[in-house]
């Protein structure tokens, strides 16, 4: 198992009301496996994501990368495996607006020391695999929505992590582009021997997935 929560619970406290957005969840997801987590606008999907991929610190419960107790962490060490070891991508695909697709996937190389010369050869290669040899040089606001998607996937890629994590990647794309991210995704986790591990309500998805855990009010089984 690359990913194993034992019994992880996140408690938000709004007022006097307390809220468990996620409650005793316990999963495993296979090294090399496309896993969906499918449930209803507000289900926790989001919520145990941002725990898996070290964004968000659980009330109690674990979190285990490679059998190492990941959520006990310092906030540096965390974000050192972020950097390194978990590529994400989000809805809003989150591209820098002044910085061409080129620059965009370099980002993580350069937050992570890589020489230059690394960077631009590793993102050149990237945006080709993901189709988009021809705008290496163009800004977000010069590419369609399914570009830009693709661009992010590329970055995920950037620092060859082992685990990619994406939190309702179709959400803005069309059915025709959410299906192509969808098959992009699943592609290039195999071709890459990557892990990748979604939060979707998208069919396709679905479709792709090698195990489907649905959550519910906090609570998750297998589909």
């Known amino acids: 198992m690359i990913i194993k929560t034992l019994a992880l619970t996140k408690i938000f406290r709004v007022g006097p009301k307390e809220i468990r957005a996620v409650d005793n969840v316990s999963l495993d997801v296979e090294a ?62 989150n591209l820098l607006p002044t910085l061409s697709a080129l620059e965009n996937v370099e980002l993580p190389m350069a937050l992570a020391r890589k020489p230059p010369h690394e960077q631009k050869e590793r993102a050149r290669k990237l945006l080709g695999d993901v189709g988009l040899t021809h705008r290496l040089n163009h800004r ?29 990647p179709t959400g803005e794309l069309d059915s025709k582009q959410g299906k192509e991210t969808i098959d992009l995704l699943r592609r290039i986790g195999q071709a890459h021997g990557k892990t990748v591990i979604l939060a979707t309500h998208d069919t396709k998805a679905v479709e792709a997935a090698d195990k489907i855990y649905e959550i519910q009010d906090g609570k998750i089984g297998l589909h």
Request: hydrophobic share 40%; net charge positive; aromatic share 6%.
């Open 32 to 93: 090399g496996t496309f896993t969906a987590i499918v449930g209803p606008s507000g289900s926790g999907k989001t919520t145990l994501l941002n725990m898996i991929g070290l964004n968000d610190y659980p009330t109690s419960g674990k979190v285990l990368l490679d059998n190492e107790n990941v959520s006990v962490l310092s906030g540096r060490e965390r974000r050192r495996i972020r950097l390194l070891r978990i590529g994400f991508v989000f809805q809003t695909f």
């Open 140 to 168: 977000p606001k010069e590419l369609s929505v399914g570009e830009m998607q693709r661009v992010a996937i590329a970055r995920a890629l950037a620092n060859d992590p082992e685990l990619i994590v994406g939190d309702e």
